[in-house]
């Protein structure tokens, strides 16, 4: 994948119809992949990579780079494409100056679930018919393929591309997964477990902002948090309540937009399950407003910034409210 | 050097937590370790080092510095501080322990930040070697050695058992607390240790790193690079690599309503941010390239400027593993060094 992947985007770059490639870079080790911009077919040689740990989503770097000078070339993956779309019905991305070559997904790997196993000083991972072959500082580990599957891959949603220009490999399609699992299980719990669970995940939050500022949603020039105006932009809590403030309110702020891409809890260094808050949202709007997928299409209107005679009432929330 | 076997090490725990509050690294539901108030039963954490570091102890996330209340047209001034407990923090590694000493030589330097000293006076460090070494540690390169992890006291496993090693006075005391329960140490047995330990150092990955090519009179160089460009182009200024950093020293002071008062309170910040150091006429930091190279320019070249050539990295290795694009204080020298 990588070898062809590398061989049509000196190509494209020698043809001139892009000027630039959007990729991941090599790191100190097999999974520190960094996203980077390519100008030459030397430097795409030398550090280009696609491996099982090239999980960053490249698509919100393309409101930014959709603004320089000429064309770039983009690799999506199918979770990325939607978030590309989402993008480009917010007006966020340049059409024209992005080419998207569409790339197979996962699944990707997880590293943080490699050394939660207690495999430690990792040197090498490799997959040998879906066995990872761990070499480390302390000599050879192996462990099942499937036990490393980062979490967003593991509950992926669809493996067809919603936009490209080409393909590399095979279209697949949207798939059945059971990634409402979870927030059916939370939905089950008493208030009160709930509430504990997530005060649990929440009160872990070290607040560092990497949550929000890898979302494709969250692309406002001066997020609420950080507007001194908005009388909410702490970089702390001023009491314990307010870290779970931040994610109600950011949960809100990107509801209907969320692809549920999965990068926010990849992320996040504390390993809170914040995608379950936007699945939340997500489920919601499937069952009050029919299936709604965000970033599926460009031109439908999402049920929460559409008016319909048939939606629902708010006493809608007292209603479910009642336990 | 005194010892005491694996299996006692929970009634230590004990003995220590009845006289004063002892901290401890244990393992989370998701296998991430984190320091927890030590209670009866709890396990010490295998991991080698946890997600946050130390430096929380005394420099924590918030803390409240004073409150203000308005009646009539006097405002009342509170000083909220009280003198701090004493406590124990177990299991510290050899590079938290050194963050100690330049997180130090800001906060006790002049004016002295008595907020920080409360808490720094009333803590007793116990370090724990580390015989583990991850892939991204590269604590040697700033001349750590996690085989003498020092702080006020040193324990060494061994495998079946702790060797304690008493530093400093605090640390003296601490022994002697605790002297009826440790046994005569087997010196040979923790040199084997040390000497396995010390082999694996030298295979780490980033052992060959070398601070040679940065420092206080590299400034114009480093500062000019082109570098910088292409190292910081994907960095999403997220400033997690500062807070999970145990030598991050910034923060910012900030009033809050309450309604009926103001509570003003101080709280980590991030030269990553677009906020950083913002004054009446803005920021003198206006895009990422520029967040991003403070960030390590501060490490590597003005933090051994003003501080006696010490660096202002301890090579833990929490940046290399949280970053969420992977760019890290180690790619960052590896593309500045002299070639
Ligand atoms: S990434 Fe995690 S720790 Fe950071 S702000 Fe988001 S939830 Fe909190
Ligand atoms: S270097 Fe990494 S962790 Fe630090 S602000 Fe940039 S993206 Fe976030
Ligand atoms: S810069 Fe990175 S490696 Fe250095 S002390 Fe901070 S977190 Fe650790
Ligand atoms: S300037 Fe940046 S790198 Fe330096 S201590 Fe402050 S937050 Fe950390
Ligand atoms: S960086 Fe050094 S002291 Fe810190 S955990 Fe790793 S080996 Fe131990």
Redo the contacts with the bound molecule.
């Keep these: 994948m990588q070898e062809a992947m590398i061989k049509r985007a000196k190509e494209l770059l020698a043809d001139g119809t892009v000027n630039r490639v959007m990729g991941w870079k090599k790191g100190e080790f097999v999974y520190d992949t960094t996203p980077a911009v390519f100008e030459t077919a030397e430097e795409l040689e030398k550090e280009f990579v696609c491996n099982d740990f090239t999980q960053a989503n490249l698509s919100k770097y393309l409101i930014k780079e959709s603004r320089k000078e000429g064309k770039i070339l983009a690799f999506l993956k199918p979770c990325d494409t939607y978030s590309f779309n989402q993008l480009l019905k917010e007006h966020r991305i340049i059409r024209e100056n992005v080419y998207v070559i569409g790339i197979p997904g996962g699944p990707k790997l997880d590293m943080e679930k490699i050394k939660a196993k207690g495999i430690s000083g990792i040197l090498d991972v490799k997959n040998e018919n879906f066995t990872l072959k761990i070499e480390t500082l302390y000599g050879t580990e192996t462990m099942p393929f499937y036990e490393a599957v980062s979490g967003k891959c593991a509950d992926c949603k669809s493996k067809k591309h919603v936009v490209y220009d080409e393909l590399i490999g095979e279209d697949g399609d949207v798939l059945a997964s059971r990634r409402f699992d979870m927030v059916e299980k939370l939905e089950n719990m008493t208030s009160q477990e709930r509430y504990d669970f997530w005060r649990g995940e929440l009160s872990k939050c070290i607040r560092?902002n990497?949550c929000r500022?890898v979302c494709p949603a969250c692309t406002c020039e001066n997020c609420v948090f950080d507007n001194p105006k908005s009388g909410i932009d702490q970089k702390a809590a001023a009491d314990s309540f307010e870290e779970n403030m931040f994610h109600i309110i950011r949960a809100f702020h990107v509801a209907g937009r969320c692809t549920d891409c999965g990068e926010c809890s990849r992320v996040c260094p504390q390993n809170i399950p914040l995608h379950l808050l936007n699945r939340k949202f997500i489920k919601d709007i499937n069952s009050l407003y029919g299936e709604y997928q965000a970033g599926a299409d460009t031109t439908s209107k999402c049920p929460l910034t559409d008016y319909d005679t048939d939606d629902c009432e708010p006493s809608i929330v007292h209603e479910r409210g009642v336990e | 050097m005194f010892r005491i076997s694996a299996e006692k090490l929970n009634d230590l725990f004990d003995r220590i937590a009845s006289k004063q509050t002892l901290y401890i690294p244990v393992d989370r539901e998701d296998k991430a370790a984190e320091y927890k108030k030590y209670e009866s039963g709890m396990t010490l954490s295998s991991a080698l080092n946890t997600v946050r570091s130390a430096k929380d102890f005394f420099f924590p996330q918030t803390e409240n510095l004073a409150e203000f209340r308005l009646s009539g047209k006097t405002i009342e001034v509170k000083d909220i501080r009280s003198e701090h407990e004493d406590f124990v923090i177990f299991g510290v590694r050899a590079c938290d322990a050194r963050s100690f000493g330049i997180l130090d030589s800001v906060f006790l330097s002049e004016p002295v930040d008595t907020f920080y000293k409360n808490r720094r006076d009333h803590g007793t460090i116990v370090t724990m070697a580390c015989t583990r070494p991850e892939e991204t540690c590269f604590c040697t390169t700033f001349g750590i050695n996690p085989t003498m992890p020092g702080g006020d006291v040193s324990v060494f496993p061994d495998g079946t058992g702790y060797s304690f090693l008493a530093n400093t006075e605090k640390g003296k005391e601490f022994m002697a607390e605790i002297s009826d329960m440790l046994e005569e140490g087997n010196p040979a047995q923790l040199a084997k240790v040390q000497e396995n330990t010390r082999n694996i150092l030298k295979r780490l990955p980033l052992a060959n790193l070398k601070t040679d090519s940065f420092g206080g009179e590299r400034l114009m160089k480093h500062f000019s690079s082109e570098k910088w460009a292409e190292l910081?182009e994907?960095?999403?200024?997220?400033?997690?690599?500062?807070f999970v950093c145990p030598t991050c020293q910034c923060y910012d002071i900030r009033d809050f309503d309450t309604g009926n008062g103001i509570k003003r309170f101080r709280c980590w910040d991030?030269c990553?941010y677009s906020d950083f150091t913002k004054m009446a006429h803005g920021n003198s930091r206006n895009s990422q390239l520029e967040r991003?190279r403070q960030?390590f320019m501060h490490k590597l070249v003005y933090h051994p400027s003003n501080h006696e050539g010490e660096f202002g990295c301890v090579g833990c290795g929490r940046?290399l593993s949280?970053?969420?694009?992977?760019?890290?204080i180690v790619k960052v020298m590896k593309a500045l060094e002299d070639k």
């Design positions: 560092c990497a500022n | 910081s994907s960095c999403i200024g997220c400033g997690t690599c500062t991030s990553m991003f960030r940046c949280k970053c969420p694009i992977s760019m890290n």
